[in-house]
């Protein structure tokens, strides 16, 4: 009897009146991954749905107070001031209701989504210049992925920069492409989707979270880059246990190509090229000096992620990508990157 209740596996639990019974059993690895990508799924789901109507929603709003703009074959025709307001009210939204969703789902407290150790500079200098030497391989890979598919007449396209004439349309196209992502997409994508998934480990949660934040990008210009600087942004989240760190980083990142080519407008196309050139190379040399700086102060800052054996990481990522909220995510952003190629 005692060899039967002290098996290695099966747990017995004492109910009265019933003698000894089977314990409740533990769900396995994979069938909480499913459930977390199920909600991670429909999650990403009501994103994308969020994204074709909260714009026009906000549009009609703004309408009441300037009849002036207008819509016209799926654009909105106004300044590039109000576009820009558009766009911030409409991530804001877009956002922060998957945000709360994904929380409440997977019932994630404030401190897992966001967690805000105040970072210090020793540690935020070295990784800002780490991300932007990131950012000029993911773009080189990009240009020679574009050079490739060109060989066969496909032509990716992706968003240029907004393009600003004074100071005030500077800072609402800087809120626009450099604070909102720097503060929501770092909250849903590093936040919520990468702190979620650590408890299945960390080399899985940190593909896992890059691979979407790269495939919403929708397009092949910015998926290497995309890919290459999130993979890094997680990697810091995860080093340094904060959320501010890659917050700053992607800011910076964001910005400075804004600024260059605000104080750039009117100057020759080679200047402007030289100028695109120093940068890169100003770039690289922050991200050899952060290196070089971290390697000497945090010796273990580069150790690499604990993973499992090949096998359960395989089964792991079947078991994410295999559910069909999720599937259907990944297939329909797979399409959407294809459809952009012609």
Same mark, same amino acid.
């Given at each position: 009897?005692?060899?039967?209740?002290?098996?290695?596996?099966?747990?017995?639990?004492?109910?009265?009146?019933?003698?000894?019974?089977?314990?409740?059993?533990?769900?396995?690895?994979?069938?909480?991954?499913?459930?977390?990508?199920?909600?991670?799924?429909?999650?990403?789901?009501?994103?994308?749905?969020?994204?074709?109507?909260?714009?026009?929603?906000?549009?009609?709003?703004?309408r009441m107070g300037?009849?002036?703009?207008?819509?016209?074959?799926?654009?909105?025709?106004?300044?590039?001031?109000?576009?820009?307001?558009?766009?911030?009210?409409?991530?804001?939204?877009?956002?922060?209701?998957?945000?709360?969703?994904?929380?409440?789902?997977?019932?994630?407290?404030?401190?897992?989504?966001?967690?805000?150790?105040?970072?210090?500079?020793?540690?935020?200098?070295?990784?800002?210049?780490?991300?932007?030497?990131?950012?000029?391989?993911?773009?080189?890979?990009?240009?020679?992925?574009?050079?490739?598919?060109a060989l066969v007449?496909l032509h990716p396209?992706?968003?240029?920069?907004?393009?600003?004439?004074?100071?005030?349309?500077?800072?609402?196209?800087?809120?626009?492409?450099?604070?909102?992502?720097?503060?929501?997409?770092?909250?849903?994508?590093?936040?919520?989707?990468?702190?979620?998934?650590?408890?299945?480990?960390?080399?899985?949660?940190? &593909?896992?979270?890059? =691979?979407?934040?790269? *495939? !919403?990008?929708?397009? /092949? #210009?910015?998926? +290497?880059?995309?890919?290459?600087?999130?993979?890094?942004?997680?990697?810091?989240?995860?080093?340094?246990?904060?959320?501010?760190?890659?917050?700053?980083?992607? &800011?910076?990142?964001? =910005?400075?190509?804004? *600024? !260059?080519?605000?104080? /750039? #407008?009117?100057? +020759?196309?080679?200047?402007?090229?030289?100028?695109?050139?120093?940068?890169?190379?100003?770039?690289?040399?922050?991200?050899?000096?952060?290196?070089?700086?971290?390697?000497?102060?945090?010796?273990?800052?580069?150790?690499?992620?604990?993973?499992? #054996?090949?096998?359960?990481?395989?089964?792991?990522?079947?078991?994410?990508?295999?559910?069909?909220?999720?599937?259907?995510?990944?297939?329909?952003?797979?399409?959407?990157?294809?459809?952009?190629?012609?």
């Amino acid at each position: 009897m005692n060899e039967y209740l002290d098996g290695p596996d099966r747990e017995f639990v004492y109910v009265q009146g019933y003698g000894f019974t089977d314990g409740p059993r533990k769900p396995d690895m994979n069938s909480m991954i499913r459930a977390y990508s199920n909600a991670l799924g429909c999650t990403l789901i009501a994103f994308l749905a969020l994204q074709n109507f909260v714009p026009l929603v906000v549009v009609m709003l703004m309408r009441m107070g300037n009849p002036a703009i207008r819509i016209y074959n799926n654009q909105f025709i106004a300044s590039s001031d109000t576009i820009e307001v558009i766009s911030i009210w409409s991530s804001l939204i877009c956002y922060c209701l998957p945000i709360l969703l994904l929380c409440a789902f997977l019932h994630l407290g404030a401190h897992t989504v966001f967690p805000r150790r105040l970072p210090r500079a020793g540690e935020a200098l070295p990784a800002a210049g780490l991300v932007l030497a990131s950012s000029v391989i993911g773009s080189m890979v990009a240009m020679l992925l574009s050079a490739l598919l060109a060989l066969v007449n496909l032509h990716p396209t992706g968003p240029g920069l907004p393009e600003a004439d004074n100071v005030r349309s500077l800072m609402l196209a800087a809120a626009s492409s450099a604070l909102m992502p720097a503060i929501f997409e770092e909250l849903l994508f590093r936040g919520a989707i990468l702190q979620s998934l650590r408890r299945f480990g960390e080399p899985f949660a940190l &593909f896992c979270s890059t =691979l979407l934040f790269a *495939l !919403l990008h929708r397009n /092949l #210009v910015q998926f +290497p880059n995309a890919f290459i600087t999130g993979m890094l942004l997680g990697f810091l989240a995860l080093r340094t246990g904060t959320l501010l760190v890659p917050m700053l980083c992607h &800011f910076i990142n964001n =910005l400075v190509p804004l *600024l !260059l080519n605000f104080f /750039l #407008v009117g100057l +020759p196309e080679e200047s402007v090229s030289r100028a695109y050139i120093g940068l890169n190379v100003v770039y690289l040399v922050a991200g050899v000096v952060g290196a070089l700086y971290l390697l000497r102060t945090r010796p273990q800052f580069f150790t690499p992620l604990h993973r499992d #054996v090949p096998r359960a990481e395989r089964r792991k990522l079947s078991a994410f990508f295999g559910s069909v909220p999720l599937l259907a995510v990944v297939v329909l952003l797979v399409v959407q990157i294809i459809l952009n190629l012609f």
